[in-house]
């Protein structure tokens, strides 16, 4: 929200993930994927979760050559996003691409089981 009182959406209503009540952005939580310097390509889609409602999970795939843990990417997550919007889960992975190499969220989606964030 602006200091004027008007709410900025970042990117489409259904990737935004909503946590506890909180909202997470999924292009902001992306952004500090692709500072890691082993990430390649970088996706965050909604996971459900029995507290939480849904939990970021993000989807990886890493440099060749590059050896990394999902504790590398979590703490590094930890370093510059606040705890609520940290990735609950990590997959390491090619991710779907159409053939112009846009990644394929809804897939995502579909391997995550978060049915409610695929037709909004």
């Known amino acids: 929200m602006n200091p004027d ?3 900025k959406i970042k990117d ?4 935004i993930i909503i946590s506890g009540g909180e909202n997470i952005s ?4 992306e952004d ?6 082993a990430v390649l ?6 996971k459900p979760d029995p507290k939480w409602g849904e ?8 440099k060749p050559g590059v050896e990394v843990t999902p504790a590398d990417i979590i703490t590094h997550c930890k370093q510059h996003l606040a705890g609520f919007k940290v990735p609950k889960a990590i997959v ?3 991710l779907p691409k159409t053939s112009t190499g846009k990644i394929q969220k809804f897939e995502l989606r579909k ?3 978060s049915a409610t964030a695929i037709d909004v």
């Open 5 to 7: 009182g008007y709410v």
């Open 26 to 29: 999924s292009i902001e939580v």
């Open 92 to 94: 390491f992975g090619e």
């Open 41 to 46: 390509a970088a996706a965050v889609v909604a």
């Open 111 to 113: 391997q995550a089981g």
């Open 12 to 15: 489409r209503s259904k990737d």
């Open 55 to 62: 939990t970021p999970c993000a989807f990886l795939e890493i």
């Open 32 to 37: 500090v994927l692709y500072r890691h310097p």
